[in-house]
């Protein structure tokens, strides 16, 4: 009696979803007047559904859905987002078990390469390399092919030559932002002269103690010697004992181990890289070297904006044959199916219209060009941009997602840390990073 | 609530299914052993009852251990052999060196202080009015996992700069009689010891529980008559009360050796192996899961497993020894 009832229930609810469905179907033309035209390009798809797999979570989840919702009507696209924080993890065994997802969204190009070796990742088609073509610079496009052949379509994209401060502390001491290297260290004199803590630092990330130590390690080897050593170093064909690589670690040490500008050099490594720069707006340390999204780490009560508590400015270069060095890091999409609805939707993700619409929602650059730069909602997210779209950058990749993960998400973290933390010397250090390289 | 019942009713239906099926399939076993007669019964009853116990340790033991062995002798990717290249790596890298150091560290110091203060405990609290209350609060540790108790000393041994506000315990006592804080987790070898005593904290009372009750074991009448015979104090305990327990104290020392061989969570949790405090088992981890070489991490596997393995044997054979005693 009961199942009985219950299935009547259920009859009854379905039917009344459905007749809600249809009057809404009905209704939606009358009343969202949806402009069609932008999306006529992509064909219809009608009732098709697509996967968009990706490690991105709420909520930047919503941000995305909320702006391809115009292309979903239009093209008849559901486009499934499924997001995962292990998704590293599980796309391998995704594809192994022959369950790939339509769409993936590779956090870095070594996951894309290692997903490419399998043989199951497709060539990006035609309009997504016209698209790529037209936005993005040669370099991004490299990023996003392995061996010679374009995959994946670059999407968001970060800044992390940036260099964190307060422009209510620089007004108040008569600070202005340095442009060049050499700015950059006088003001540091200057502000160790007030017996102000010139540069803030932390490297603690629990399981990835030593990340932020990489970067500026990244930073240095980029605007030292070019971009062509940086893409040796990240292939060892340029060693860690290359007295380049060394020269460059030497300059990091020369400014973050640098007593008279950072304090106590040794608790860098205990304070975690949250906490590193929440003393910027107090001014109890004056500037941060950190990505565009450690914007996400100020409380919200502090203000992000050129005249506002917290703002960025570019880290400058130190050698004027590298033309405006930025390290950067992103995501590319790369698809295991070809079906047509699967490159319509890999095609308007690498388009202008979606990036810009997407900039407009804020949190989130690009470095597609056809973005117009007033278009981005945030001013942090804007000077990214006009440095990650900028045509005469020297711009590459985080330097250890490229590395093996053995290295670049391992030993690298590990005895950068120790470099720190127990003053081990750069010579050791770079000896036990060659001794690690994985042979092969 | 209805909706939480009406996704997972499924689940629940196909797990009772599969129990369901295991028990007709086990029954269908027995029947069928059961009807076999003669000369060939005790054959396949031993086959049938020993079966489940065998395929459970193939599965979950031996088959394990010899892929690990396997593994060790085989490169990252564990698909082309290398010989003892991994082993030789444990030999002469001066970072496994240290990581060795420090196991060593661990296995010598953290048991026999641990012990040792819980047997130091469990004599004094012997007998003494209302001893459950004190007992209790020792032994409330144990109740705390290993990762939460890092957590909390963690914060007890935070550092902040001189003359800020201290949120750490240590280095706020430390401002507070005059000295300067240290950065506590960053000093060798004192960081490894303060890990220890996360160890310490927790299991002392463990220690402390099973000795008392092996004390409570040694029969009144001796201690009467070795009072009688003049042992007191100190005489009573090493001639009298020690040698009664030692047994206990050994199994207890064993069991926190095996305990502080196999040790991760404290260092995971508290500085992740780094500033020199790393230990084989979170070496092991970092290898194959940060640095996914399953040929050096297996390597370190087959040390732990091997260092381990003469303690079990000691301690199983120490426990039989003294049930044949009784």
């Known amino acids: 009696m009961f199942i009985s009832k219950k299935k009547l229930l259920a ?223 990240t292939t060892n064909k340029v060693k860690f004992s290359d007295k380049r690589i060394k020269s460059a670690m030497k300059k990091v040490a020369g400014w973050m181990q640098n007593p008279k500008w950072v304090g106590n050099v040794k608790k860098i490594a205990t304070t975690t890289f949250q906490d590193a720069g929440q003393g910027i707006p107090t001014g109890k340390c004056m500037m941060l070297q950190q990505a565009s999204f450690y914007a996400g780490q100020f409380p919200e009560k502090n203000i992000i904006a050129a005249d506002g508590d917290v703002y960025a400015f570019y880290l400058p270069g130190t050698n004027p044959k590298v033309k405006t060095p930025i390290l950067t890091a992103g995501e590319f999409v790369g698809a295991f199916a070809s079906r047509p609805e699967v490159a319509a939707v890999q095609a308007y993700l690498s388009s202008a219209e979606f990036a810009t619409a997407k900039v407009a929602e804020g949190g989130w650059a690009t470095a597609n060009n056809g973005v117009p730069l007033f278009k981005y909602k945030d001013p942090i997210q804007r000077l990214s941009a006009q440095y990650l779209s900028n045509k005469n950058a020297t711009a590459v990749f985080d330097g250890s997602d490229i590395m093996p993960a053995s290295i670049g998400a391992g030993k690298m973290w590990t005895e950068f840390t120790a470099w720190f933390a127990e003053g081990k010397s750069i010579a050791a250090v770079t000896k036990a990073l060659d001794a690690a390289w994985p042979k092969s | 609530m209805s909706g939480f019942i009406a996704t997972n009713l499924p689940k629940v239906t196909s797990l009772f299914t599969a129990m369901a099926a295991f028990f007709i399939i086990l029954a269908v076993i027995f029947v069928i052993a059961g009807l076999v007669n003669g000369k060939k019964a005790r054959p396949i009853a031993l086959v049938v009852f020993l079966a489940p116990a065998i395929i459970l340790l193939l599965a979950g033991l031996v088959i394990p251990t010899g892929r690990t062995i396997l593994f060790s002798f085989m490169n990252p990717n564990s698909d082309g052999f290398v010989g003892f290249e991994n082993y030789a790596w444990i030999a002469t890298d001066p970072g496994v060196r240290t990581v060795l150091f420090n196991t060593a560290l661990w296995t010598i110091l953290t048991p026999l202080f641990t012990t040792a203060l819980g047997l130091y405990l469990a004599v004094m609290l012997d007998r003494m009015r209302g001893e459950s209350i004190p007992k209790s609060l020792i032994f409330m540790p144990m109740a705390i996992s290993f990762v939460g108790a890092s957590i909390i000393f963690k914060f007890m041994y935070e550092y902040r700069d001189p003359g800020d506000s201290q949120i750490g315990l240590l280095s706020a006592i430390v401002q507070a009689i005059g000295f300067g804080p240290s950065n506590w987790l960053l000093v060798k070898p004192l960081n490894t010891l303060l890990l220890m005593v996360v160890f310490i904290w927790t299991q002392t009372g463990f220690a402390m529980v099973i000795l008392s009750a092996a004390i409570k074991g040694v029969p009144t009448d001796v201690l009467e008559a070795s009072a009688l015979d003049g042992a007191t104090g100190w005489k009573l305990f090493r001639g009298v009360t020690f ?27 508290m500085t992740g192996g780094n500033f020199g405090t790393s230990v084989l088992a979170n070496e092991m981890y970092s290898q194959i899961f940060v640095q996914f070489d399953a040929g050096k991490g297996s390597a370190l596997a087959v040390m732990l497993f091997l260092s381990v393995t003469p303690i079990f044997i000691y301690n199983i054979r120490s426990l039989r020894r003294e049930r044949s005693n009784k």
């Open chain 2, 243 to 269: 040698p009664m327990v030692r047994t206990t104290f050994v199994v207890v020392l064993a069991t926190m050796v095996v305990a502080s061989l196999k040790l991760f969570d404290i260092v995971r949790t």
């Open chain 1, 11 to 233: 009859t009854a609810g379905i039917a009344a979803t459905t007749l809600v469905a249809s009057l809404v179907t009905v209704a939606a033309p009358a009343a969202a007047a949806v402009d069609c035209a932008p999306y006529a390009s992509y064909g219809k798809h009608t009732g098709k559904t697509v996967e968009f797999n990706t490690s991105i979570l709420d909520p930047e989840k919503s941000t995305f859905q909320k702006v391809w919702k115009d292309f979903e009507t239009c093209t008849g696209i559901t486009i499934n987002f499924t997001g995962t924080n292990q998704f590293e993890a599980q796309l391998p065994v995704r594809v192994a078990g022959g369950t790939a997802p339509d769409l993936a969204v590779f956090p870095q190009p070594g996951l894309l390469a290692k997903m490419v070796e399998t043989g199951k990742v497709l060539p990006a088609p035609a309009s997504v390399v016209a698209n790529v073509d037209k936005y993005w610079t040669k370099g991004y496009k490299n990023l996003g092919s392995v061996d010679g052949k374009f995959y994946a379509a670059p999407l968001g994209s970060s800044l992390k030559s940036l260099v964190w401060y307060s422009p209510k502390q620089f007004a108040k001491n008569g600070y202005t932002v340095p442009t060049t290297w050499t700015q950059l260290t006088t003001l540091a004199n200057r502000m160790a002269a007030k017996k102000q803590t010139a540069f803030c630092g932390g490297i603690g990330s629990g399981g990835a103690t030593g990340w932020p130590a990489t970067d500026w390690v990244e930073q240095m080897v980029l605007r030292e010697h070019g971009a062509k050593v940086y893409a040796d170093w």
